[in-house]
């Protein structure tokens, strides 16, 4: 058997002991090894900071020689030392001697605030300027992720439903805000929400109502307020409304800049339509906006990406569209209104509960683009803290989504190569006109987990300021 819409198949049952058979040798050895080589923080960085660590040895993969018992692996010199003992006294003279002449480069413009915690700890290490509010640029997605992940938890998915309309033979497409939804068969982006299935449903459902014949209506009512990002028409951001499909975007790309649809909600209906007629079902006219019958029970269902898989996509790739989509979730948990200014009040509220230091903090948009937001170091590096601490599992997804330096998504090429801090830094980066921030995790050389945020304005060259942020942030790798 094998459903084609959701791409699962049944295995023959003649081959069925032989698939559990291997399947059990093969989890064991997984387990094993997944048991062995994860870190305290996420498996997959350390597996980068073990390839790393073994491209930089001369016999790195060194075969043992057969017969003989296994002695200590040579190939990869040791990433992670023994945690030294600390004093408990203030912050580190090391870091402010390294720190201090690099933050004074001119070529990070006339403002910076700067900060670095021990996220085991708590203990401040290093602060400059690291109350002052400036300026976040896409760093403030750290405080939207964190946000969301307080009010809804990991797990959460985002509903996208069909029901049936207020008239006869109507039926409602009802948006739930999920930035996952596609109208792909096959989404190039990964799991999400899919009209692929929920056309597929709706159809086996309306048929067996002895349906064949409906009028689509659309309901994207959920949010309020304007859908259009106060920076205006944007290559970056489609228009924020809750019924969208592949986030807009006329190609298969999924993430970075492409000219968005102006009607997203009209469109992801119009696509729904089309589905629905692949599959049997005619439907009479175009779609409209419509509202769905009283207490009326869905038709169909579909399930978004879980909100830690959303927000680890949004910081890896600094997604705009996932991340304004988050901050009016967390709105709407919060009984705030589904709108720009519901949403700051939303995640202002929400990151409060979480004990941070929110003095001069604003939260104009969830994505960064609006230079009306405002941080500072010290509530970027506080909250990072907190998605470490063991009291707050929930956050968790902060951290494990942040990109790794030298291999993954905003970092890929940056600390790269022979940086001290490739594989052992992970980062968001924040870039405006004038604008340059980065704020993440990285492990010193006596194993403990910082947390960091660099910001700066004004700097003439964005290019250079990315090098000199890169600079401080593999300064603070190889210095314990």
């Known amino acids: 058997m094998c459903d084609r819409e959701r791409g699962w198949s049944e295995v023959p049952l003649v081959k069925t002991w032989q698939l559990i058979a291997g399947s059990a040798v093969a989890g064991l050895a997984l387990s094993a090894v997944a048991v062995a080589s994860a870190g305290p923080w996420d498996s997959g960085q350390r597996k980068a900071e073990r390839d790393r660590a073994a491209s930089w040895s001369r016999t790195g993969g060194a075969d043992h020689a057969a017969g003989s018992l296994p002695q200590a692996a040579p190939s990869a010199p040791g990433v992670l030392q023994g945690i030294a003992p600390r004093s ?57 992720a964190g946000a969301a992940l307080a009010a809804l938890g990991p797990e959460h998915r985002i509903r996208t439903t069909v029901t049936p309309g207020a008239g006869p033979g109507q039926i409602v497409l009802v948006g739930g805000g999920d930035p996952s939804l596609t109208a792909k068969k096959k989404s190039p982006a990964g799991s999400g929400g899919s009209l692929v299935a929920l056309a597929a449903d709706t159809a086996q459902a309306l048929k067996a109502a002895g349906t064949d014949t409906v009028a689509l209506g659309y309901d994207d009512t959920l949010y309020s307020g ?45 696509a729904f339509a089309g589905l629905l007629r692949d599959r049997g079902i005619k439907v009479t006219g175009d779609p409209a906006p419509a ?5 009326a029970h869905p038709l169909a269902t579909t399930l978004s990406t879980p909100l830690a898989g959303l927000v680890e996509r949004m910081l ?26 519901g949403a700051e009040q939303a995640v202002t ?27 500072s170091a010290r509530l970027l590096t506080g909250l990072l803290a907190k998605a470490a601490d063991p009291a707050h599992p929930e956050l968790r997804p902060v951290l494990t989504g942040l990109p ?69 942030a593999a300064a603070v790798a190889s210095t314990s």
């Open 291 to 295: 509202k769905a019958a009283p207490d």
């Open 404 to 472: 790794v330096a030298g291999f993954t998504g905003t970092l890929r090429t940056r600390n790269a190569g022979t940086s001290p801090a490739a594989g052992l830094l992970r980062a968001k980066t924040g870039t405006l006109t004038g604008v340059n921030s980065l704020a993440g995790t990285v492990v010193d050389p006596s194993g403990r987990l910082l947390a960091f945020a660099f910001l700066t304005a004004n700097a003439a060259d964005g290019s250079a300021a990315e090098k000199g942020l890169d600079k401080l």
């Open 88 to 144: 408990a006294d203030a912050p580190s003279a090391a870091l402010a001697g390294v720190l201090g002449p690099l933050l004074a480069d001119s070529a990070l413009g006339t403002v910076r605030g700067a900060a670095v915690v021990d996220a085991g700890t708590g203990r401040v290490l290093y602060e400059s300027g690291a109350g002052d509010p400036m300026t976040p640029a896409s760093t403030v997605k750290i405080a939207t």
């Open 316 to 341: 890896t790739n600094s997604d705009n569209d996932i991340a304004e989509a988050l901050a009016r979730q967390t709105a709407l948990a919060t009984g705030k209104p589904a709108s720009f200014e």
């Open 349 to 375: 509220q929400r990151l409060g509960s979480l004990g941070v230091d929110l003095a001069g903090a604003r939260f104009a948009d969830g994505s960064g683009l609006n230079r009306a937001d405002k941080v």
């Open 226 to 270: 304007p859908v259009r990002h106060p920076i205006g028409r944007n290559d970056n951001l489609a228009p924020v409304t809750a019924l969208t499909a592949d986030e807009g975007r006329p190609d298969d790309s999924t993430a970075g800049p492409v000219a968005r649809t102006e009607d997203p909600s009209g469109d992801t209906a119009r």
